[in-house]
């Protein structure tokens, strides 16, 4: 939506959004590039928000990374129609290079996407490899803006090591589908793992009539 309805109300949400962050987090003079987004299960739309969090962040001019790191249920070459034959889990296991596995979004400049890659039969084994650092670590510094989009919390712990290693994440839930225990629930392991919670959104919001 953000590339294709510019100036849709949902886009103006989005860029609101941005300017919360960029006031909030991202200061990449004081290593604040990163964030994970995490949800506590899955269809909260996550993925959605992230694809378009990176696309208003590289229209604004940023250098923007976005990294599926959902090796369950990656979306993100889908919604990019990117190959998803090398990525995420491809440079986690050893087998590609950077070079090989990014995408650059021909109408976005800007952007870059690493997506998830084949999905392993052990994503935490390969999350707990010194490769997951090294990655992050040259993402942060190579980058404006870096965005993970990661698996929901239901599904294990992924998230919230990604989550750590980004330092931040934003909270990730729907209306109607989320549950109030598991969103609190989310956002206490997360500040009991230490990570900054940089602030959450709720999709598909209620609408409400206020009346003429």
């Not at 230490?194 to 009346?211: A, H, K, R, T, Y």
């Amino acid at each position: 939506v953000a590339a294709y309805m510019p100036f849709s109300h949902e886009v103006d949400q989005l860029r609101a959004i941005r300017s919360q962050l960029k006031l909030r987090w991202f200061d990449k003079s004081v290593g604040h590039s990163m964030v994970a987004i995490v949800g506590a299960g899955r269809g909260e739309g996550g993925s959605y928000l992230a694809a378009n969090l990176a696309i208003v962040f590289a229209q604004m001019g940023e250098s923007t990374l976005l990294i599926d790191a959902d090796m369950r249920s990656p979306r993100q070459h889908t919604l990019f129609d990117l190959n998803n034959q090398l990525g995420f889990s491809s440079l986690l296991a050893g087998r590609s290079d950077v070079a090989s596995a990014l995408h650059t979004i021909q109408f976005i400049p800007k952007l870059q996407v690493l997506p998830a890659g084949p999905i392993p039969p052990n994503p935490l084994e390969l999350l707990n490899r010194d490769n997951l650092t090294e990655l992050l670590d040259w993402a942060g510094k190579t980058y404006d803006i870096v965005l993970l989009d990661t698996s929901s919390a239901s599904v294990g712990s992924d998230s919230m090591i990604i989550a750590a290693k980004a330092k931040a994440a934003i909270a990730v839930a729907r209306t109607n589908s989320t549950k109030k225990s598991d969103f609190q629930n989310l956002i206490s392991e997360l500040k009991r793992s230490n990570i900054n919670v940089v602030g959450s959104v709720l999709n598909d919001p209620p609408i409400i009539n206020v009346g003429p």
